[in-house]
T-cell receptor, first 111, second 112 residues
Framework: NAGVTQTPKFQVLKTGQSMTLQCAQD?????MSWYRQDPGMGLRLIHY???????DQGEVPNGYNVSRSTTEDFPLRLLSAAPSQTSVYFC??????????FGEGSRLTVL | EDQVTQSPEALRLQEGESSSLNCSYT??????LFWYRQDPGKGPEFLFT???AGEEKEKERLKATLTKKESFLHITAPKPEDSATYLC?????????????FGQGTILTVHP
């Protein structure tokens, strides 16, 4: 049982480049989300989705886009990378009881 | 706005030395308080959910308790493998679709 799978695990970008972080879950959870984790800031919600075709913004959505075409997949797109987006990104899916299950993380460095 | 404060920021224990981690929270209509464990380079791993004051849950050497203002994660006779960052989060009734608000975590180090 894979749970939540994120790719890539590591990525280095130059300022202005775009990229997509991939996330897939095999638990048939309707709710999926993206967090970023920065030292001293804790986990902050970027975007979330409550089902295919439905997405909404979290606390720190600027500079990121999401879409949800299937229950399984929830990619996060960085439109024009900035050094402030250097962070560790976590995708998570959630049970009906509210428990989040996280992926292993994607460490992004923007130069 | 929901808020979560964890203390201490870091805790060093000797193997076998029991202690507690604190999670203080303010939330509009608590719909769940969650504890997670995070190992270096990994995603957070779910430990417990508590829903109401007075509730307790246990797993191996860990026991989580909940009051109306705070939660404690008690660690009994810890082992070096319990070393990790422990995160607390709350889900409030006032937030759309039950967003979780996380604390900054307590880094626990257990020395042999």
């Amino acid at each position: 049982n894979a749970g939540v799978t994120q790719t890539p695990k590591f990525q280095v970008l130059k300022t202005g480049q775009s990229m997509t972080l991939q996330c897939a879950q095999d638990m048939n959870h309707e709710y999926m989300s993206w967090y970023r984790q920065d030292p001293g800031m804790g986990l902050r919600l970027i975007h979330y989705s409550v089902g295919a075709g439905i997405t909404d913004q979290g606390e720190v959505p600027n500079g990121y886009n999401v879409s949800r075409s299937t229950t399984e997949d929830f990619p996060l797109r960085l439109l024009s990378a900035a050094p402030s987006q250097t962070s560790v990104y976590f995708c998570a899916s959630r049970t009906g009881g509210g428990e989040l299950f996280f992926g292993e993380g994607s460490r992004l460095t923007v130069l | 706005e929901d808020q979560v404060t964890q203390s201490p920021e870091a805790l060093r224990l000797q193997e076998g030395e029991s202690s507690s981690l604190n999670c203080s929270y303010t939330v509009s209509g608590l719909r769940g308080l969650f504890w997670y464990r995070q190992d270096p380079g990994k995603g957070p791993e779910f430990l417990f959910t508590l829903y109401s004051a007075g509730e307790e849950k246990e797993k191996e050497r860990l026991k989580a308790t909940l009051t109306k203002k705070e939660s404690f994660l008690h660690i009994t006779a810890p082992k070096p493998e319990d070393s990790a960052t422990y995160l607390c989060a709350v889900r409030g009734g006032g937030t759309s679709y039950g967003k979780l608000t996380f604390g900054q975590g307590t880094i626990l180090t257990v020395h042999p």
